[in-house]
């Protein structure tokens, strides 16, 4: 009976071999490689087997799985150069999958070329070629065809794994040890040899980094701080912090030791503790249990590979300073709640942002309320704790945060009307200016207020020449002479109007060149009132010199010296109590 015919395929080239999804042509320092771990494994098979440790048992005179696939393998290590029955034992659904792919392997070792290769990749145990053969799964056979690499070969045992069977590999040890994780010290010991930290040992402890053996042996803390691994057969390890915050994203140090068990669940081998404590934190009052509890969800997650530790020890930190549950938290440190000026001392800024700051502190502490602010200005009211966390260590970023909450009350507090401080405060939550220029111009601002607010009749407007003097006079007060010279040269309207556009330049030395703006009768009636002019404008000046505390001596000079100037210019309306 003639077999069915060949199809070809359009562009098919003739004599053309298809190979399988995954797999490639092995290179020459490929097949070389191959050869050489199929060759030992051939050679040496009983090493893709755990040490069975475990001396328990099971309930009803049941077999553990374990030792199930070890009668089986060792079962097919008895026929490793039968090849049609390897052959046999690779193929088929049924069947232990380990012994299946060990099967499958030493097929592959009895074969006399190696031509093409399968690729395995994984994200966290790496990458590897093997030869496939047979229906075992990838991960199996490349365990098997890699039983010299310490992680790789765990890989055939996964299934075993999940169950709850435990398996630690190291160079020169492979071991079993039931369900229970009980680590080998000499797993630890080649965990930190092959470390990319340097150790050294120490009163007993395995010390990474600048630490005192004495101090990681009694659990003492640090200033500095550093982690304290302790594992359940007592060997202990300090790591400095700074270390895994320097190295970690490219040198990780857990993640190694942990992938050299099965399942590498090391929180099931080992206790992490953080010794450290913020700066300032009272050595003999203990830490909020929040506090511990969150640190140990920190590194629960570090200890299952789920943190990046060039992020770890900051998270460490953070964990423990975002649930200290009272007094003010800066940075790194602690200051207690009736440490105010400390605190503040911690922020950098100017004297006008740690007095808003202060302000603010103040009124949190008037509410019973708190407020966690970070590193950007963003802030989180706290409406059940009396407790100031802050990332930030400028006093902007500190304003920033609360600007939307106090800032209007702020500028009400520096004086500010309410109606003009609403205007201000929309401003700066709208575009935000550097806290320290824009205070120091609301501040500067009101002083000059303030100022303008004890020259007499400032509150008022005063009638005819008077009240054009006195203009004047407040314009030069809170602009400058330079804008009051220029409102002199444009005076109009009557010459006597004129004329004390005139008469104020002279009083300001000003009038030369200035002469073509203003008409003679103008000079010449402005000139005989430059003399009251220039007294009038002398008391203005003791008057904005003066402190707020000075007596008003002055301003019953300007009154005086403005009743002069009325005199003098024959100005007829009186000029109001003051």
Known sequence: MAGPSKVEFPGQKKNQRMRMRGTKQASADAQKRLRKQLSSLLDEPEKVMPDMVWSGKLAWGRVDPVTKSLKRIRKVIENRTNRSWLAKRMKGAKGDSIAKALAGSLVAALDDEISMVATFKHPIYGNGAFVRKGDAKPAAMVGIQHFHNPRLRLLPWEEHAKAGWYFFSWKGGFVCTGNEAKVPTEWIEDGIKKSEYKSVENNGCHIIGELDGDVVSEGLDTEEGYIRLEFQEGSVIGIQGSLLEERGAKDPFIQPLALKMLPPKISSVVDAELKWRPNGWPEEEPLPESADERVQEVFDAWLNLGVDESRLWMMLKQALLANLDRGFVVGDAWFSEDDIDGCLDAFSGGKDERRAVKFIISRLHEERRGVAIDNEGGAEWLEDECVIRSRATTLHNFLKASWSEF?????????????????????????????????????DGQEEKNKLARIPWSDITLKGLCGEVQDLILKAASEGIGKANAMATKMRGSIEVAALGWAWLTAQGKGSGNEWHFENAARDKGGEWAHSVAELWGAAESILALSESDDGTSAEEYGAAMERFRKKCGEQNELPSR
């Not at 939550?429 to 806290?435: S, T, V």
Request: aromatic share 8%; proline share 5%; hydrophobic share 45%.
């Open 407 to 443: 800032g209007l009350e702020l500028l009400e507090d520096l004086g500010v009307d309410e109606e003009v401080a609403h205007g201000i405060w929309q401003k700066q939550l709208e575009r935000p200016a550097p806290f320290n220029n824009f205070l120091r111009k609301v501040i």
